[in-house]
């Protein structure tokens, strides 16, 4: 149990972790190339050492140093930090070895990878993970998946374990139900090992890191009106990437910097991909003046300097085309709307009920915990500000998100916050709480 009293303004300046989604990415294509890979910033958190292993139970070489290859230490597995440049020799798009994989409490890496799996004929592999992962559904991969040829089975035909025969696929055109960056990423990485092209057709467009970063390693990639075309490729080469610090991450201190009163906050090397900047926009709606610094690209990704202030917020609505450009940030935006004048709606996002928790339930459980006026929909939830919380205690239910969801509302709240399981924030920022208070010693 943690507990994160009410504190004074967040003063200073900081780098938020590399970005979670584009590690998770790095390590995969680097592991899907031919010859070495040097990834820069990879992010060290549960999730991300979890995705290392993965590669390298399939055959990758994963090392950690800036020297020649061969001359680095290799990396010792999940418990082992990456504390320097990584270098990840990779096996190339069809010389995955069968292997069990404990994808341990990572949804990217349980929907991304299968896609690289199932084209690669004779292959088998089984996909595991913690209690979280196997309430994940995987039903929306394996879908499109067996409409390629791919030969899946899971646990009642939805969860996993999730095992993978690697078999011939072809390509296809794929219209997306709901709008999901992990779902179109697995499609397209099936697509690099298909026979002919596949087309993604999305209704919102995603993030598209994926994308990027396979048309940089030499990937056939393009984007048609509202579909992702890729081709079929003999191979890839990565070189190297460079990770960017994760807007998802810096969103934390952005909403915190907001609420308390006296705040001033810089963000350094931001990744300010336009598919991931919902929440500025959103925030802004609401009345939020955020400055943005442009600080050129980093591994083919925008950056900028972000610089924050507290302002009163108004209420809006939330929904269609920003819902996939805001995923991960909108448990923030329900805070940040308790805190605002009116009755802020979230719709057409029936996607957080597939992630780490329900974040609908936990989102809506939380806040009314703290003093909260949030109702639940089946695809969002309907926020009454009241210009501020109480304070109270809430269980984080094993989900990073929630947790630093309770420190932030925790220093802008009333009375305080107690959160239960605090420790799930290093999933995907280990360093959370030390860089939080790091803000508030600053404080002038």
Request: glycine residues 14%; charged residues 20%; hydrophobic residues 45%.
């Amino acid at each position: 149990m943690a507990r994160i009293d009410p504190a004074g303004p967040l003063r200073g300046s900081l780098r938020p972790p590399s970005d979670k989604s584009i590690s998770h990415r790095a390590a995969l294509i680097a592991a899907m190339g031919e010859g070495e890979t040097v990834v820069e910033g990879y992010l060290d958190a549960a999730d991300t050492r979890t995705t290392l292993a993965a590669v390298r139970a399939l055959g990758a070489r994963v090392e950690v140093g800036p020297g020649p290859a061969g001359t680095d230490e290799a990396w010792g597995g999940p418990n082992d930090p990456v504390d320097g440049p990584l270098r990840i020799g990779g096996v190339g798009l069809r010389g995955a070895g069968s292997a069990t994989i404990d994808v341990g409490n990572a949804g990217t890496l349980l929907r991304l990878l299968p896609g690289w799996l199932a084209g690669q004929d004779g292959g088998q592999w089984t996909l595991d993970g913690d209690d979280s992962i196997r309430r994940r559904p995987v039903d929306r991969i394996a879908a499109p998946l067996r409409e390629m040829g791919a030969e899946l089975r899971a646990r009642e035909d939805r969860l996993p374990p999730l095992t993978i025969a690697g078999a011939p696929l072809h390509g296809i055109a794929y219209e997306m139900p709901i709008a999901s960056a992990q779902v179109k990423s697995c499609i397209l990485f099936a697509g690099l090992l298909a026979d002919g092209e596949t087309r993604v057709v999305e209704g919102h467009p995603s993030r598209d890191h994926s994308e990027r970063m396979l048309a940089a390693a030499g990937a056939e990639v393009s984007r048609e009106g509202n579909a992702v075309v890729i081709q079929p490729a003999e191979r890839l080469k990565p070189g190297v990437i460079a990770v960017p610090a994760d807007i998802s991450s810096a969103a934390f201190f952005l909403v915190a910097a907001l609420l308390v009163a006296g705040s001033e906050v810089v963000l350094e090397e931001v990744g300010v991909n336009p598919t991931r900047t919902g929440l500025l926009s959103i925030l802004e709606r609401m009345g939020a003046e955020i400055e943005l610094e442009p600080l050129g690209e980093r591994g083919g990704e925008p950056t900028a300097r972000l610089r924050v202030r507290p302002a009163p917020l108004r209420a809006v609505e939330v929904g269609g085309a920003e819902i996939p450009l805001a995923i991960d940030e909108l448990p923030l935006v329900a805070l940040a709307a308790c805190f605002a004048e009116g009755t802020t709606t979230i719709r057409d996002a029936a996607e957080l009920r597939a992630k780490e928790s329900d974040r609908i339930e936990t989102v809506v459980a939380a806040l009314n915990a703290l003093g909260g006026a949030v109702e639940p929909t089946a695809d969002g939830m309907v926020i009454t500000g009241s210009g501020g919380l109480r304070g109270g205690m809430i269980s984080s239910q094993g989900d990073h998100r929630i947790a630093m969801l309770g420190a932030v509302a925790g220093i802008a709240s009333g009375d305080g916050v107690e959160v239960a399981g605090m420790d799930a924030a290093a999933v995907s920022y280990p360093g959370f709480e030390s860089d939080l208070a790091s803000l508030l010693v600053a404080r002038g």
